[in-house]
T-cell receptor, first 116, second 110 residues
Framework: NAGVMQNPRHLVRRRGQEARLRCSPM?????VYWYRQLPEEGLKFMVY????????ESGMPKERFSAEFPKEGPSILRIQQVVRGDSAAYFC??????????????FGPGTRLTVT | LAKTTQPISMDSYEGQEVNITCSHN???????ITWYQQFPSQGPRFIIQ???TKVTNEVASLFIPADRKSSTLSLPRVSLSDTAVYYC???????????FGTGTRLKVLA
């Protein structure tokens, strides 16, 4: 059973460009979470999605950031008009069950975004 | 706002038992407590999860007091390869949001 997959693993963007980060959950998991880790800091919750639904996006900046988890295909975290402060590692996790009951979240290897 | 705090760092020697505590003062009634290990440039790796009292698996034990406002991860007989950052994770009461602890950087010395 393949683990959570994220791509690309490394992404370099110039200021003002768009970044698209992809996450394929583990087989059978229909719940996806995105977290951001700034350099030398801890992980911060961004958004929780189920297939075709955003359940909680309270940790995501109101502007420039969006996330989706379509019926088919990976979950996408999209950052428009990137700025240097967006440089971070972005981790995706998936879980097999309903989000209000916390079950193990399995994490991907992360995408390291560098904004130049 | 939930606060989930851990000691910033700990040093230990090989073969010793290490206990790392996490304080989570806003844990909801139905939330579990999960602990993760993270190596540099890698995603967090699941260690153990529990709801109350004590849970043990092949790598760690988790102790949770009756009030559930804290938890202690116990690593028996650590080795050099256990040098990593350890995080607790709890749900924020009343929401779907999850809060990672501040992380504890464990350094195991020979």
């Amino acid at each position: 059973n393949a683990g959570v997959m994220q791509n690309p693993r490394h992404l370099v963007r110039r200021r003002g460009q768009e970044a698209r980060l992809r996450c394929s959950p583990m087989k059978g998991h229909s719940h996806v979470y995105w977290y951001r880790q700034l350099p030398e800091e801890g992980l911060k919750f961004m958004v929780y999605l189920q297939k075709e639904n955003i359940i909680d996006e309270s940790g995501m900046p109101k502007e420039r950031f969006s996330a989706e988890f379509p019926k088919e295909g990976p979950s996408i975290l999209r950052i428009q008009q990137v700025v240097r402060g967006d440089s971070a590692a972005y981790f995706c996790a998936s879980s097999p069950r309903e989000g209000r009951e916390v079950y193990e979240q399995y994490f991907g290897p992360g995408t390291r975004l560098t904004v130049t | 706002l939930a606060k989930t705090t851990q000691p910033i760092s700990m040093d230990s020697y090989e073969g010793q038992e290490v206990n790392i505590t996490c304080s989570h003062n806003n844990i909801a009634t139905n939330d579990y407590i999960t602990w993760y290990q993270q190596f540099p440039s890698q995603g967090p790796r699941f260690i153990i999860q529990g709801y109350k009292t004590k849970v043990t698996n092949e790598v760690a034990s988790l102790f949770i007091p009756a009030d559930r406002k804290s938890s202690t991860l116990s690593l028996p007989r650590v080795s050099l390869s256990d040098t990593a950052v350890y995080y607790c994770l709890v749900g924020e009461g009343g929401t779907y949001k999850y809060i990672f602890g501040t992380g504890t950087r464990l350094k195991v010395l020979a």
